[in-house]
Structures are given as structure tokens and as C-alpha cells.
């Protein structure tokens, strides 16, 4: 969810950019954008990474569950 959120302010501030034009764009506007994509890219990685985990936690216990039968 906050890898979306940070998704939407990033697209804005690339729009904010691409508004400005070229010549009133400002390393503020770049900084901004990137820090943004950082932490899209970061909320995105941690939960992908969760995903990974609680799957193979998943399949961990159901393995264990089925060799017990």
C-alpha cells in the first residue's frame, strides 16, 4: 500500500517536471522524483519479500503437516 502511495507522488512529481520544461526545472524537482522511486522501490522490495517469506512459511507447515499423516 505505501509502495503505491509513494508510486502516485512520484508520477506527480515527474508531471510537476514535465510542466515546468526544461528550462525552469530545478535539482529540487529531480531530487524530489527520485527520492520518491526510492521509496516506492523500497515499500515494493519489503513487501514482495513478505510475500516470499509467508509463502514458504506456508509450504514449510503444510509439508510438515503431510509427513505427519
Same mark, same amino acid.
Given at each position: +500500500?505505501?509502495g503505491?502511495?509513494? &508510486? /502516485?507522488?512520484?508520477?506527480?512529481?515527474?508531471?510537476? +517536471?514535465?510542466?515546468?520544461?526544461?528550462? $525552469?526545472?530545478?535539482?529540487?524537482?529531480v531530487?524530489? $522524483?527520485?527520492?520518491?522511486?526510492? $521509496?516506492?522501490s523500497?515499500? &515494493?522490495?519489503? $513487501? /514482495?519479500?513478505?510475500?516470499?517469506?509467508?509463502?514458504?512459511?506456508?509450504?514449510?507447515?503444510?509439508?510438515?503437516?503431510?509427513?505427519? &499423516?
Open positions: +500500500m505505501a503505491m502511495v509513494f &508510486d /502516485y507522488l512520484e508520477n506527480a512529481a515527474v508531471r510537476a +517536471m514535465l510542466v515546468a520544461g526544461p528550462s $525552469a526545472l530545478q535539482s529540487e524537482h531530487e524530489t $522524483a527520485s527520492r520518491m522511486t526510492t $521509496a516506492k523500497v515499500f &515494493d522490495g519489503a $513487501a /514482495y519479500g513478505l510475500l516470499l517469506l509467508f509463502l514458504i512459511l506456508w509450504a514449510v507447515r503444510r509439508r510438515r503437516g503431510a509427513s505427519r &499423516d
